[in-house]
């Protein structure tokens, strides 16, 4: 079975991906915070991240610095970012310096067939090796 990390602290963006993840069939952690999901980083492997850029103690851009820097099979699984769009500079530069890491973007509000085509894709290919 396939496993995911959510990471997001916006309970109802959160709610709605666990929604459309739901018919992936694949196991799911959440977090709420990016010190939370480097700790499950260090102690799980995963084969696909889902991380909003903007959260509490930890942004999504130090969750990615520290995935692409553990010593376990984590650091070359994909990534999908998340962010409230453009309503920002700091936001787009965020999601752009994600970009760096090898994320795959997606800006907020998305379509649920946005997301739904990058999880199936990104599950379904047979190696990834984005650094």
Excluded: W
């Amino acid at each position: 079975m396939k496993k995911i990390l959510l990471i997001e602290d916006d309970d109802n963006v959160r709610e709605l991906v666990l929604h459309i993840l739901a018919e992936t069939n694949a196991g799911i952690d959440t977090c709420t915070n990016g010190l939370d999901a480097m700790e499950a980083i260090d102690n799980h492997l995963y084969d696909l991240l889902i991380t909003d850029i903007v959260m509490p103690q930890a942004d999504g851009l130090d969750v990615l610095k520290h995935l692409r820097g553990t010593p376990n099979n984590n650091k070359t699984i994909p990534v999908i970012a998340m962010s409230g769009g453009a309503r920002s500079i700091s936001v787009d530069l965020s999601l752009k310096a994600a970009a760096i890491y090898g994320a795959i973007l997606l800006k907020k509000p998305f379509r649920p067939d946005e997301l739904r085509t990058h999880v199936h894709t990104l599950l379904n290919q047979p190696s990834v090796a984005t650094l």
